[in-house]
Each structure stands twice: as structure tokens, then as C-alpha cells.
């Protein structure tokens, strides 16, 4: 099945700054990517995602990068904010299948 | 994007007992799925619970103690069966919007469930 990776664990970036997650994946065939803000105690919610069409899709502060021949795409959120610190959950699903999560990325964002 | 809820919100249990958490959605969806989420881990998937048949379970995750009902396309229910402390977690479903779309990558999460097994 799906196996992805999620790095770095932590990060932590001064307002401001950028912050970048990066995630790997194990099959070829996964087409979607998308990425979940969970903040604490509440429920994971899309932020955004890209399919395997597309190299890289932007919706605001936050873009998705993807790189199908490494198997890798990213998340980078631009200009952080106090309200973006949350962890930071990717997933990747072959077709027809089931999503697969990585272990997520704990951002905190210094005020 | 659907409003998803999950009742109860929370629920303190005694061993041995067993526990049914509902998911309503407020639209008809091709697809519901049930995940648990252990503190400050992600999010593992138990079973996709499919309208008219029975659930699909993923590998570790069994129906006689995770039994799931979806008697229609708006709702669904999974039964923590015969709880121990080692299910204390959170439980989430999670929908796909019916846009003539089966590819299930695309899911929206109720508020989940806390459970707390004594």
C-alpha cells in the first residue's frame, strides 16, 4: 500500500517568514495530493490540494508543489501568521483507493 | 463542502461496555469513512462504510469490534465494541462530496469524538 513520510516533524518560523513541509510517497500510481490544517482540538480541514496533472497550485498565502518523478510534493505557506501555527497533515491516494496520511508536521509560527 | 456532525462529542466509558458513535452529513455522499486519531498522532483509517453492504475494513481493524452501519447515503454509525483503555481516542468520519465523483481523495471531516476508556 501507500506509504508516506512527512519532514520535518517540527518547525517552528518567526512571523514573517515562509515555511515549507515536505512529504514523499511510495506509489507511482497516487494521483491526488492534499494537504489538512488540524488545530488543536479541533477537526484536520483541506487547505489545498493538487492532482498529478498539475505541477503546482496556489490559493492565496499557501502552495503546493508537486514532483511526480521524485515522488514528492510540498507545502509552503508564504508571510506566516500567528493563526497558522497547527500541525500540518499530507496524504496521498492511488486511484480509487483510500487516503493515506503522513504523520504530520507540528508549525509554530513566533509572534 | 458538506456540514458533517458526530454524535456524542465526547463520552467517558467503563471497560468492557460498548459505545455507538453517529455521523449525520447534510447531503447525500458517495462515500463515508471512519478514522481514529490517537493523541498527537495522524490519522488511521478503520473502515469505509458502504450504503447497502457491509464495511470495508482496513488490515488490523475487525468488524466484531468495530461493527459500522450506513443504512442510506446521509448517515452512518461505528460501535466501539467491548471498549478496553487502548481505545481511548478520537474517532473522526469523513465524507466525499457527490459530484459524480467516486475518487475518495477528496474528504471533509466531522468534529469527531472523544473517547476516554476507564
Known amino acids: 500500500g501507500e506509504n508516506v513520510e512527512q519532514h520535518p516533524s517540527t518547525l517552528s518560523v518567526q512571523e514573517g517568514d515562509s515555511a515549507v513541509i515536505k512529504c514523499t510517497y511510495s506509489?507511482?500510481?497516487?494521483?491526488?495530493f492534499p494537504w489538512y490544517k488540524q488545530e488543536l482540538g479541533k477537526r484536520p480541514q483541506l487547505i489545498i490540494d493538487?492532482?498529478?496533472?498539475?505541477g503546482e497550485k496556489k490559493d492565496q498565502r499557501i502552495a503546493v508543489t508537486l514532483n511526480k518523478t521524485a515522488k514528492h510534493f510540498s507545502l509552503h505557506i508564504t508571510e506566516t501568521q500567528p493563526e497558522d501555527s497547527a500541525v500540518y497533515f499530507c496524504?496521498?491516494?492511488?486511484?480509487?483507493?483510500?487516503?493515506?496520511f503522513g504523520k504530520g508536521n507540528q508549525v509554530v509560527v513566533i509572534p | 463542502s458538506a456540514v458533517i456532525s458526530q454524535k456524542p462529542s465526547r463520552d467517558i466509558c467503563q471497560r468492557g461496555t460498548s459505545l455507538t458513535i453517529q455521523c449525520q452529513v447534510d447531503?447525500?455522499?458517495?462515500?463515508m469513512f471512519w478514522y481514529r486519531q490517537q493523541p498527537g498522532q495522524s490519522l488511521t483509517l478503520i473502515a469505509t462504510?458502504?450504503?447497502?453492504?457491509?464495511?470495508?475494513?482496513e488490515s488490523g481493524f475487525v468488524i466484531d469490534k468495530f461493527p459500522i452501519s450506513r443504512p442510506n447515503l446521509t448517515f452512518s454509525t461505528l460501535t466501539v465494541s467491548n471498549m478496553s483503555p487502548e481505545d481511548s481516542s478520537i474517532y473522526l468520519c469523513?465524507?466525499?462530496?457527490?459530484?459524480?465523483?467516486?475518487?475518495?481523495?477528496?474528504?471533509?471531516f466531522g468534529p469527531g469524538t472523544r473517547l476516554t476508556v476507564l
Open positions: 462504510a458502504n450504503q447497502g453492504s457491509e464495511a470495508t475494513y
Open positions: 447531503s447525500q455522499v458517495t462515500m
Open positions: 493538487i492532482r498529478s496533472n498539475v
Open positions: 469523513s465524507s466525499t462530496p457527490t459530484s459524480g465523483r467516486a475518487d475518495p481523495g477528496e474528504q471533509f
Open positions: 506509489d507511482s500510481a497516487s494521483n491526488y
Open positions: 496524504a496521498a491516494t492511488p486511484p480509487g483507493n483510500r487516503l493515506a
